[in-house]
């Protein structure tokens, strides 16, 4: 068996942070995730994909007016202990500003962007629509500054409420037999509240105070900010112009097929949102200080947590897409199948993603530019492929945009971090990954041929299967860390104590 390696010595915070965050965003994952399929289930076609509209219209919304502040906060919370009340209390109230301004303009605008709608179904509902992402865009601010703080716990538990409290009045409203409008009106109760928790929050840590501001805070914020807000603009064509593209040139109910196609696979954001927000923190205070080599085994601490979901992921929905996508949104989604198929080709991608690393330097500008050349690459594929490959083409023009700027990427964070190519990425690990992966795989791929998948039972046994091989071949490929292996024995003598795990003594081997 291979001997273990030595596992990064990254500051023991950064664990217990990111897998506090993993735990409270995975309970609002299922929360979502089944209100989704519920959703999809019980609406019709028009009415599910009108609901996915309006949360397109919610992500685009926050990315074009959140003006970078939420992010900002990760780097100046940590660097100037002082001001930190004035870096919170301005992004409050620009924000605040932005919302009802914002709020304005769409309900101003709803003739004009209604009709980039195939069926313009939004149009009428502008001005719960402008209540709506106002609310979200306030209170999207209230886990970054926990975060920021290193209150990873509590933001856990915001996650985690939030979520099992927008998933709860969600579906009380479909049971009451209520449409779209009346889901928008819960999920602005639920945001609203968030905003009274974040006021009562700010107030006990004092951290809201409008009084002795100084220019100087604000400038320098701007400057992080604005080029990161303009990153994000440009981002904003790559991530959201192939949804765009299909709601453009199709009608609803072809868009709900989309929406499910390209669907967020289980715990992938969950976890790489969690890590991001721990490494950009780690690196930020490392890197006032010059710690190379800990910058270095941060960057590869996150990347090979991202990639133990990721890549197993990837390779397990290829195998069994077509039995996903049926069994979870019925035989009505089956050409949602294609797309999804494709849209899975970001797991890989997103393992080995880097575009959080420059935020740690304040270098907002490069990813500006790094955000305009995907954004541009996508909108240029988005002319060619699905005209000629269908709705698949769409997620794929995505696809090909990330890869392109991944070399980009690589190529400044060597310069940032000072590390060679070959170190940016811990290549061994993932290597060792993907084969725990395709070795997991291969049970499965013998009970696909007998096309019991089907069933949910075979199903779900083909999935534990899966995983359990995954860990013991994690195991033997000296994947996990001493840790790890402590806390997978542990988990296997309680589950022994409580009718037994066979595979215990594999594990331990």
């Known amino acids: 068996m291979l001997k273990a390696p030595s596992r990064p010595a990254v500051d023991s915070s950064f664990g217990r942070g990111t897998a506090a965050l993993v735990v409270g965003r995975g309970a609002g994952f299922v929360c979502r995730f089944a209100m989704a399929v519920v959703l999809a289930r019980q609406l019709p076609q028009i009415e599910f994909g009108l609901y996915k509209q309006a949360f397109l219209l919610q992500t685009t919304f926050i990315l074009l007016l959140d003006l970078g502040l939420p992010a900002s906060l990760y780097y100046f919370l940590q660097r100037d202990e002082r001001a930190r009340p004035q870096y919170v209390s301005q992004s409050l109230a620009v924000l605040a500003l932005v919302a009802v301004v914002g709020g304005a303009a769409l309900v101003a605008g709803a003739p004009w962007w209604g009709a980039a709608f195939y069926e313009n179904l939004l149009g009428p509902l502008a001005p719960q629509l402008a209540v709506f992402l106002g609310a979200t865009l306030v209170s999207s601010v209230l886990e970054a500054i926990l975060i920021a703080r290193q209150r990873a716990r509590q933001a856990a538990v915001a996650y985690g409420v939030s979520d099992l409290a927008l998933a709860a009045l969600v579906l009380g409203v479909l049971l009451a037999g209520g449409g779209v409008p009346a889901i928008l009106w819960a999920v602005t109760v639920v945001h609203a509240a968030r905003i009274t928790a974040l006021l009562l929050y700010l107030r006990r840590a004092r951290l809201l105070s409008f009084r002795a501001l100084s220019w100087g805070p604000v400038g320098r914020q701007w400057n992080y900010a604005i080029p990161f807000w303009g990153g994000h603009i440009v981002e904003v064509l790559a991530l959201a112009a192939p949804q765009y593209y299909v709601a453009w040139g199709y009608d609803t109910r072809t868009f709900a097929v989309f929406a499910v196609g390209s669907m967020s696979v289980p715990f992938v954001d969950v976890i790489y949102s969690a890590v991001v927000s721990m490494v950009v923190v780690q690196v930020t205070r490392l890197a006032q200080v010059g710690a190379r080599d800990q910058i270095h085994d941060t960057i590869g601490a996150g990347i090979r947590l991202v990639a133990l979901v990721c890549l ?78 269908g709705l698949p083409g769409a997620p794929l023009a995505f696809v090909l945009a990330l890869a392109a700027t991944h070399v980009i990427l690589l190529v400044r964070v060597s310069r940032l971090t000072g590390l060679p190519y070959a170190k940016v990425w811990p290549l061994g690990v993932l290597a060792r990954i993907v084969a725990a992966s395709l070795v997991s795989a291969i049970p499965v791929l013998l009970v696909k041929t007998t096309g019991l998948l089907a069933s949910w039972l075979i199903l779900a046994a083909a999935g534990v299967a899966f995983g359990a091989i995954y860990v013991v071949m994690l195991w033997r490929f000296a994947v996990l860390s001493s840790g790890e292996k402590k806390a997978i024995q542990a988990l296997g003598r309680r589950l022994r104590a409580l009718g037994g795990l066979p595979a215990r003594e594999a594990l331990e081997g």
């Open 312 to 389: 197993p992921l990837f390779v397990l929905l290829e195998l069994l897409a077509g039995e996903v996508i049926t069994l979870l949104y019925t035989h009505r989604f089956v050409d949602a199948v294609p797309v999804f198929r494709v849209s899975l080709l970001v797991l890989p991608l997103m393992a080995t993603q880097l575009d959080y690393v420059p935020r740690a330097w304040a270098d907002t500008r490069f990813l500006f530019f790094m955000y305009a050349v995907r954004g541009m690459v996508c909108v240029g594929l988005l002319t060619v492929l699905p005209p000629t490959l």
